[in-house]
């Protein structure tokens, strides 16, 4: 039995379930965070490397966001000790950072890449040092040059993620491929058994996407159009709003599932009957998203820190890190060879789950926080309201 098989057995909580109420108060949450980084209350300086490897290392990270087995391994081998504390959100992680002033404690971060330049702008991490970071060249290019930090200036792609449904092929006829499908299953044979995600601009994804629009679109039309769609299109249909799909799926009475991609492959594994199950990327795109190992500003183990980073990106511990996450990381060794017949891949269950293939990542877009999500969480509450949940 493979851990990843051994896991399924007892579902772990989702990173992404965790995420599922971020999104309602990111802003004022994130402003309030920032409020002492003032010129009177400056963060404390970067610090710098010497070369002498310490002793400690402290990571501030998703709950079990990362293969326990790694961690120890990197330990012994580098007569470091680890610790590991959690959070919930990036809102508890930033507040965490910005009242600290770059004395947290903690040395590696693992924030959602979107969040990077307010991070960066309001001086909670430090720059990574690339001459100790050689295993960077081990990164596929289109994940080593993200939009928010093109140069990794601050960061590198710890794993990322999309967005799309499962549906019960037993209950569900045809093949749905679009998020217009989608729609039009939740208004047809779904109705009362679908499943959305908590997750504002999740949901409104979805009408943006039956719609063909721009999913980070500002334009005020199209959100009101948007707004018509999943308050009244939508909602009277939906019978839950969910986190995690895999736990909605454990519970029953679901046909039609908004899912992200690895809590789907783990609903899928639990399944009594995993054949009925069915995922779909849907076209014409969803969201890409992105979580970075960063720095904190004031690491108090900043050699350490760049020898876990160097060290997680090796073969052995990313094959143990996607096994264990259940979702792919940017390490080449799996985009170059992204299918079951591989022998990287070989040995996971559901590949095509972890690795979307070029097709799909080429019309997948990253989500942008702007000044839009008061409008998104508008029609995510009035959506809520009108289901009654």
């Given at each position: 039995?493979t851990?990843s098989q051994?896991r399924?057995?007892?579902?772990?909580i989702?990173?992404?379930?965790?995420?599922?109420g971020?999104i309602?108060g990111?802003g004022l949450?994130?402003?309030n965070?920032?409020?002492?980084c003032?010129?009177?209350?400056?963060?404390?300086?970067?610090t710098?490397?010497?070369?002498?490897l310490?002793?400690k290392?402290?990571i501030?990270?998703?709950?079990?966001?990362d293969d326990p087995e790694?961690?120890a391994d990197?330990?012994?081998?580098?007569?470091?000790?680890?610790?590991?504390?959690?959070y919930?959100?990036?809102?508890?992680?930033i507040?965490?950072l910005?009242?600290?002033?770059?004395?947290?404690?903690y040395d590696?971060?693992?924030p959602?890449s979107y969040m990077?330049?307010?991070?960066?702008?309001h001086d909670l991490l430090?720059?990574?040092?690339h001459?100790l970071?050689?295993n960077?060249?081990?990164?596929?290019?289109?994940f080593?040059h993200l939009s928010?930090?093109?140069?990794?200036?601050y960061?590198?792609?710890?794993?990322?993620?999309?967005?799309?449904?499962i549906y019960d092929?037993?209950?569900?006829?045809?093949s749905?491929?679009?998020?217009?499908?989608?729609?039009?299953?939740?208004q047809g044979?779904a109705?009362?058994?679908?499943a959305?995600?908590?997750?504002?601009?999740?949901v409104v994804?979805?009408?943006?996407?039956?719609?063909n629009?721009?999913?980070?679109?500002t334009?005020?039309?199209?959100?009101?159009?948007?707004?018509d769609?999943?308050v009244?299109g939508?909602?009277p249909h939906?019978?839950?709003?969910?986190?995690n799909?895999?736990?909605?799926?454990?519970?029953?009475?679901?046909v039609?599932?908004?899912a992200f991609?690895g809590?789907?492959?783990?609903?899928?594994?639990?399944?009594?009957?995993?054949?009925?199950w069915?995922?779909?990327f849907?076209?014409?795109?969803a969201?890409l998203?992105y979580?970075?190992?960063?720095?904190?500003?004031?690491?108090?183990?900043?050699?350490?820190a760049?020898a876990?980073?160097?060290?997680i990106?090796?073969?052995d511990?990313?094959?143990?890190e996607?096994d264990?996450?259940?979702?792919?990381t940017?390490?080449?060794?799996?985009?170059?060879?992204?299918?079951?017949?591989q022998?990287?891949?070989?040995?996971?269950?559901?590949p095509?789950?972890?690795?979307?293939?070029e097709?799909?990542l080429n019309?997948?877009?990253?989500?942008?926080?702007?000044?839009?999500m008061?409008?998104r969480?508008d029609?995510?509450?009035?959506?809520?309201t009108?289901s009654?949940t």
């Amino acid at each position: 039995m493979t851990k990843s098989q051994f896991r399924v057995l007892a579902p772990r909580i989702s990173r992404r379930q965790l995420l599922r109420g971020m999104i309602l108060g990111s802003g004022l949450l994130f402003s309030n965070a920032l409020q002492g980084c003032t010129a009177e209350r400056r963060m404390a300086p970067a610090t710098s490397t010497d070369g002498q490897l310490e002793n400690k290392l402290n990571i501030y990270s998703w709950g079990d966001y990362d293969d326990p087995e790694v961690l120890a391994d990197f330990g012994q081998r580098f007569g470091v000790k680890v610790h590991v504390d959690s959070y919930g959100s990036n809102e508890e992680l930033i507040a965490k950072l910005a009242a600290s002033r770059g004395t947290s404690g903690y040395d590696i971060v693992v924030p959602s890449s979107y969040m990077l330049p307010q991070m960066v702008e309001h001086d909670l991490l430090q720059p990574l040092n690339h001459d100790l970071l050689p295993n960077l060249n081990l990164i596929a290019p289109r994940f080593r040059h993200l939009s928010v930090d093109k140069n990794n200036d601050y960061s590198i792609c710890k794993c990322f993620g999309t967005t799309g449904f499962i549906y019960d092929s037993l209950s569900i006829q045809g093949s749905p491929t679009s998020w217009q499908d989608f729609v039009e299953l939740a208004q047809g044979e779904a109705s009362g058994k679908v499943a959305l995600l908590e997750d504002a601009w999740e949901v409104v994804a979805i009408a943006l996407g039956a719609k063909n629009q721009d999913l980070n679109t500002t334009d005020p039309g199209v959100l009101k159009q948007c707004r018509d769609l999943v308050v009244d299109g939508l909602a009277p249909h939906v019978k839950a709003y969910i986190g995690n799909a895999a736990t909605a799926m454990s519970q029953g009475g679901f046909v039609l599932m908004h899912a992200f991609n690895g809590d789907a492959r783990q609903g899928i594994l639990n399944a009594k009957d995993p054949d009925r199950w069915k995922f779909v990327f849907p076209t014409p795109t969803a969201n890409l998203w992105y979580d970075v190992w960063c720095i904190a500003r004031g690491a108090p183990h900043p050699d350490a820190a760049h020898a876990f980073l160097n060290d997680i990106l090796t073969p052995d511990n990313v094959l143990s890190e996607v096994d264990y996450i259940g979702y792919s990381t940017g390490a080449a060794i799996l985009h170059n060879h992204p299918s079951q017949d591989q022998p990287e891949t070989a040995d996971f269950e559901l590949p095509e789950l972890i690795f979307p293939d070029e097709q799909i990542l080429n019309r997948l877009v990253e989500c942008v926080h702007d000044e839009t999500m008061s409008t998104r969480v508008d029609i995510f509450s009035a959506a809520q309201t009108r289901s009654g949940t």
